[in-house]
Every structure is written in C-alpha cells, then in structure tokens.
C-alpha cells in the first residue's frame, strides 16, 4: 500500500472533572487526510483545504507529529500529507489532536503498523504541543484508541481505555468564537483550594465507575467540573445559559469541550440527544453570533481508514 485516506475524528477533552486526562472520541465530526509514500525522503505537507494553516513541516501540527515517527522508524522513503480539514482550529474539539493523530495513524498503517496506539499518542504528543504549548493526550488518546480514555500518566505515556455505554450521545454546539487553547490555559489558577481538589478527583473516580456499569444516574452526578470550568466559561458567550437550558431538556451533563468555545451534553439516546441540539440551538439564535450543532454517538473504533 503506498496511500491511504483515513477519517481522523474529533474529540471531547476534560469531560467536565477530567481535565488533561479524560477524553472521548466523536464519531460524525472529523478530518479527512491522504498520506502517500515518495521515493524522496522526508514529510511534506502539499495540500491544505479547509483552514489556512502553515504548509512548513516544523509549524504544522500532523508534520511535526510525522517527523517524530519518520525520525525513529527512519524508512527508506518519504511521505507527503494531504490535510481536509473540517474540524475548525480553535473550536474545542481537537482539531490540532486530528491532525496530529491523523498523520501517525497513516504512516503507521503505511509502514505495516508497526507502532502500537501507545506508541503513536507518544509521536502525536509532539505535534500537539505546537497548538498548546504542552505535551497532552487527552484529546489524542482517543482519537487513537476510540470511545472513552483516560491518561494514567504521560512519563512514561500510559493510555487506559474505558467502556462506553451503549445508549450515550453527545450533542455538540461550537459557537463561532476562537478561543486558543493557550490563552485557555493562562487564565487557569495555578493553586486549587483542597476542597475543590477533593470534589474534583471524587467526581473523576465517580464517572470511570458510571462507564463501567453503566450507572446514567452516578455519569450525571459526576459531570461537575469545580476547578476548570469557573474561569473557562467566562471565555464562552451564554455558557451558563446553555448548560441550564441542555438540563432542562433531558441531558446527564455538560461542560466544555476541551478549551472551548465548544459546550458538550452528554445524554442517555439519540432522541434526547437532539432534544439538547433543539435547546442549544434557541439559545444561540437569539445571538448574532453563527453557530454549529451536531448529534454524535461515541466512536468507539477512533480512526477510520476510508480507502
């Protein structure tokens, strides 16, 4: 094989109380990208549709990414990237992570596989970090492995993949704002008072043990975020009015996506699901701000090769 077109999903990072750690991966939002094998050396970008992004292969996320698996594989051949982005930069639902993911899944595929998912959020971690300034994984990790993760440790990388119950949606709206991870991640307090510590790590404990038996009523009580979402919501226009409101229609919980602008809502079934969509939608239409909303089930397959 010396092509390939993968679909590389977007993602919902944090999950309210899991921030840096937890992630889950959307199933009808994502990139597509074709890699192909050359005879010259190298990664090359040669094709961006959709978003205007450097074509320079140590500013772009999916060939910063590339490069660290080519310089560790060192085959004897290069590889060129084409990049058709769907997801927009800055939308909170890990566009950097897709491209970076994205890029590593196909040259693995390429070469035989011979990396394992670990080992490619290892590589993707280095591309990432050109969009926020930091080696993380939860949006990556899932990207790669597929429904629910959680990010044990990054040193050394260790990846846990958790169960997805079989009726949870997510209802996504990504109101037209661009809100940089960076800038996301400088308005955080760097000390948590203990109380708010001991809130948070109860409700990430309490929410792996939701997915695990599929307990809808402890996932609802577990979607809480005391440490993160104070100061990130102020960054998203009528954020408090859209979590009420996405309650009020059925939903378990919602929180930020990733670093926003994005809002999530986690809910038992499709039709609830799009119930939340119908309550996110009013709130928004009543602003001048444009807007996209999107149903998705949990994908727990991650990357998608197309052809």
Not at 34 to 42: D, L, P, S, Y
Not at 126 to 138: F, R
Not at 171 to 194: G, Y
Not at 206 to 211: K, M
């Amino acid at each position: 094989m010396n092509e390939i077109k993968i679909f590389s999903p977007a993602t919902v990072a944090n999950v309210s109380c899991g921030f840096d750690v937890l992630g889950f991966c959307l199933d009808t939002i994502g990139d597509e990208m074709v890699i192909r094998k050359t005879t010259e050396k190298g990664i090359k970008i040669t094709k961006i549709v959709g978003a205007d992004l450097p074509f320079e292969a140590h500013k772009n996320v999916a060939s910063v990414s590339a490069l660290a698996l080519y310089n560790h594989a060192n085959p004897d051949c290069g590889f060129e990237i084409e990049i058709y982005k769907n997801i927009k930069p800055g939308s909170g639902i890990g566009s950097s992570s897709a491209s970076a993911a994205g890029s590593v899944f196909a040259i693995n595929e390429l070469l035989g596989r011979p990396y394992n998912q670990t080992q490619l959020t290892n590589f993707a971690m280095k591309g990432e970090a050109v969009a926020s300034g930091c080696e993380h994984a939860d949006n990556i990790a899932p990207a790669l492995f597929g429904g629910f993760t959680l990010v044990k440790s990054t040193t050394p990388l260790q990846v846990l993949q958790l169960p997805t119950p079989e009726d949870l949606f997510v209802t996504i709206i990504h109101p037209q704002i661009e809100v940089k991870t960076s800038e996301a991640r400088a308005i955080l307090p760097k000390q948590i008072p203990l109380q708010n510590a001991i809130t948070q790590w109860s409700n990430v404990g309490s929410l792996v043990h939701a997915l695990h038996t599929n307990d809808y009523q402890l996932l609802s009580q577990a979607l809480v975020d005391v440490v993160v979402e104070p100061y990130r919501s102020q960054l998203i226009p009528h954020f408090d009015s859209v979590k009420t409101e996405v309650i009020k229609a059925g939903a378990l919980g919602a929180g930020i996506s990733g670093s926003g602008p994005s809002i999530f809502a986690l809910s038992k079934s499709k039709k609830t699901a799009e119930d939340v969509a119908k309550a996110m939608t009013t709130i928004y239409a009543k602003t001048a701000i444009n807007f996209n909303t999107y149903v998705s089930k949990i994908n727990t397959q991650g990357m998608k090769i197309l052809s």
